[in-house]
């Protein structure tokens, strides 16, 4: 048996999947509304957020697109850092929307005030940020880049969450998100094929004056069947039931002990690489705290270690993603890890480099 610690889709307990495996139900009846209202205070406590939770049976991208129709009416602005805030502008322009991006080098954040310039150009309507840029783990300054954002009247704020969902706090409400999303095979320690999403009512408004929304990602059609509990379409209910078991397990721990979990845990993958001299790919203040992306030394067989890892202990991580591939490994620390696990895989992997 095999143990993934790649940053996403992570391991899913099998208390996860138990709870997956009841029988099916009918999703236009009340069995359905009361497990729909069910998740939704949690979900609302970790998105900071008095808007309810839409559940899109979609990988994450599947609302980044959404994101991108039902809201940019003017020009998208793309903050590209990264594999996956790099291919949201791919995916504005492949959509024929208006898109300009800021793109600085992986493994560096995106700067504010570099987005407060870009926008005193004038023109855009939107703006798409990663929190976590999952490809280099790198974490960007939400509040700083919120706060530029919000002080341009008429310009929304998409913000993916998928790997700092749950991790950290992101506060919507707060920090004025217009929408928030994560898909839930990363931080949220679900087998892949659902999108967490939250619009906020300036996001509905703008929705509502798009043309050409379709059906199946339409906000306005999440809106409306989010009132009766429900959803447009029949929804991934095993994963609901999966989602319900997550959000029991986060009130059981709270949800500051959560957060407080995920530090340590990073920190403890974070001492590992400076004991063994991996420098982090990060810039110190913008790292991650669910995964860690490290560069590879020069004289470092990394693909050897990462089949080793696997041959003797069974444990995977990730040899870098996209054009980073083979340069930067990634250990994720997402969902149910704990110190236990991580210590686990600190010793195998002390063991694979004979130290
Ligand atoms: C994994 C990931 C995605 C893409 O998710 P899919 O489930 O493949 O659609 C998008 N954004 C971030 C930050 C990710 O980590």
Not at 67 to 88: I, Q, Y
Not at 187 to 208: D, H
Not at 266 to 282: E, K, L
Request: proline content about 5%.
């Amino acid at each position: 048996m095999s143990k993934l610690y790649i940053p996403g889709p992570i391991n899913v307990s099998p208390e996860t999947f138990a709870a997956m495996s009841r029988p099916m139900i009918g999703h236009r009846g009340s069995e359905f509304e009361v497990l729909y209202a069910s998740v939704q205070p949690m979900l609302k406590e970790l998105a900071g957020t008095t808007r309810p939770a839409y559940l899109s049976t979609s990988s994450a991208w599947g609302v980044m697109e959404a994101s991108l129709r039902n809201l940019c009416a003017k020009k998208v602005l793309n903050l590209c850092c990264g594999a996956f805030s790099d291919k949201w502008y791919d995916v504005a322009r492949s959509s024929g929307l208006a898109a300009e991006k800021i793109q600085v080098e992986w493994g560096e954040a995106i700067c504010p005030e570099t987005v407060r310039a870009k926008l005193e150009e004038g023109g855009f309507d939107l703006v798409t940020l990663i929190h976590n840029e999952t490809s280099t783990g790198v974490m960007n300054d939400l509040a700083g880049i919120a706060k530029v954002v919000k002080s341009f009247p008429g310009v929304l704020l998409v913000v993916d969450s998928v790997s700092s969902f749950s991790a950290v706090p992101v506060n919507m409400d707060e920090l004025g998100i217009d929408v928030l999303l994560a898909g839930v095979q990363k931080a949220l320690a679900l087998p892949p094929g659902m999108t967490v999403f939250f619009c906020s009512e300036a996001a509905l408004e703008r929705a509502k004056a798009q043309p050409n929304r379709g059906y199946y990602f339409d906000f306005i059609e999440f809106a409306k069947n989010a009132e009766k509990n429900n959803t447009p379409s029949t929804p991934a209910i095993s994963l609901i039931f999966g989602l319900q078991h997550i959000m029991e397990n986060v009130a059981a721990e709270g949800v500051a002990n959560r957060y407080a979990r995920h530090k340590a845990n990073n920190a403890m993958i974070h001492a590992w690489g400076d004991r063994h001299g991996f420098p982090n790919f990060a810039p110190a203040g913008n790292e991650s705290v669910s995964l860690t992306c490290f560069k590879k030394p020069d004289d470092f067989d990394q693909s050897a270690f990462i089949k080793e890892l696997k041959a003797r202990h069974g444990f995977i991580i990730n040899g870098g993603y996209g054009k980073i591939k083979g340069l930067t490994f990634r250990i994720s620390n997402m969902g149910n890890e704990n110190a236990a696990t991580l210590q686990a895989l600190i010793d195998a992997m002390d063991d694979v480099l004979g130290s």
